[in-house]
């Protein structure tokens, strides 16, 4: 398939492959950093991959294997992020991409390696898996910029990883190897590198062989469980669960079940 119809810049490469839709950033001059087009076109490419029934699972990679993305393209910030109102335009734009990631119904993977730094580490977070090559470097280098991150992406990080450790992040700007980020929870994989993309593309193969609804519906209820206690939408959760029972995905799995097959899902 045509990549052009897909991205609207050639600084993300967006292409579908079997049931994966691959979102590259392409810009390995800057070790992959994110221009403002970039963070412009992920919705797009989102958009896309959401629409085409095909599409199981979305992986997110650097060009190359030199970097995930280094973070924002720098030499931009004079320009684009120099005044108060330009600052709060940018961040409309990256919050946005950052926004329609988290919120996407399909499941998501980051595979990482080498550089994951700052804002690279915030898309890596929002998505809903992280797998490493052995290359891969994480780590935020908002303090040695004057700058930090938003609240939401703090979160992230302190979920997953707790708040002594985020502060560890944030205070050394220190780069945290593959191996510590499997160990401290950042991480839910980490291979070779010459192994890291067969491996992904295994586990899509996996994640194309159940059914889309359990998929959208487990990650719609993981979202309103890591809500505050009281702001989760039980009545939300309940409807959830009652459209998988009300599917024909259901009828499908449970029959190939008893008849010893392979489900066929549609997604309905």
């Known amino acids: 398939m045509s990549t052009a119809a897909i991205s609207p810049t050639d600084r993300i490469i967006a292409k579908i492959d079997g049931p994966i839709g691959w979102l590259v950033f392409n810009n390995p001059a800057k070790r992959n950093a994110l221009s403002l087009d970039m963070w412009q076109a992920i919705p797009a490419v989102l958009e896309r991959f959401e629409q085409d029934a095909g599409v199981r699972a979305v992986v997110l990679r650097g060009a190359g294997d030199r970097a995930f993305t280094s973070g924002a393209d720098v030499s931009e910030f004079e320009k684009l992020r120099g005044t108060p109102a330009d600052q709060e335009r940018y961040n409309a734009i990256s919050e946005t991409a950052l926004t329609r990631l988290q919120l996407f119904p399909k499941p998501t993977i980051a595979m990482v390696q080498g550089y994951c730094m700052s804002i690279g580490l915030g898309i890596a977070l929002a998505c809903d898996l992280r797998f490493a090559g052995r290359s891969a470097r994480f780590a935020s280098l908002a303090a040695r910029l004057g700058l930090t991150y938003r609240w939401s992406d703090i979160k992230k990080l302190v ?5 002594a450790r985020v502060k560890d992040f944030f205070y050394s700007a220190r780069h945290v190897t593959a191996d510590e980020a499997a160990a401290m929870g950042l991480v839910e994989n980490v291979r070779a590198d010459a192994e890291i993309e067969a491996f992904t593309r295994e586990y899509c193969a996996r994640i194309a062989e159940n059914a889309p609804l359990s998929m959208t519906a487990t990650k719609r209820i993981v979202a309103e469980i890591i809500k505050p206690f009281a702001e989760i939408d039980r009545a939300l ?29 549609k997604g309905r």
């Open 159 to 163: 979920d997953l990883i707790g708040p």
């Open 237 to 265: 959760c309940k409807e959830i669960v009652a459209g998988c029972y009300a599917s024909e995905d259901y009828v499908e799995g449970r029959r190939a079940f008893m008849e010893k097959r392979k489900p066929v899902f």
